[in-house]
């Protein structure tokens, strides 16, 4: 409990629609990277390339950085990009770690 009390003053957030939407937008923008394009993101995500344009512009505001340099050869992302990338790439990962940690405990608890 001390733990949480800490980060809580550390990071005051309430929970709303912004915080609740972070994996979305940590997952969108690692999906760019890897396709190397918005288009290519958003056929992956099955998604409008307007909405990943939208979805990475709210998120660099929220950090307040540029993430990726966008250019009409493409993307590249920027020192502050690829650090986010790779703390995002292992946060996903352990939300499906979690998730499938989750599944497996409730399995068990199904049967008679």
């Known amino acids: 409990m001390v733990l949480l009390a ?9 929970i709303n629609a912004k915080n609740m939407d972070r994996l979305n937008l940590m997952e969108t923008f690692v999906c760019v990277v890897d396709a190397g394009s918005f288009s290519g993101a958003a056929r992956q995500l099955n998604v409008g390339q ?3 344009s939208k979805a990475i512009a709210e998120l660099e505001e929220r950090l307040s950085v540029r993430l ?3 250019s009409t ?7 502050a990009g690829q650090n986010y990338y790779e703390g995002a790439r292992r946060t996903l990962a352990e939300a ?6 989750a ?10």
């Open 6 to 14: 800490q980060r809580r003053a550390k990071y005051p957030t309430t």
């Open 103 to 112: 599944r497996g405990a409730g399995a068990s608890l199904k049967g008679r």
């Open 68 to 70: 990726v340099l966008r």
């Open 73 to 79: 050869r493409g993307l590249t992302t920027t020192e």
């Open 96 to 101: 499906e770690q979690a998730d499938a940690a």
């Open 50 to 52: 307007p909405a990943v």
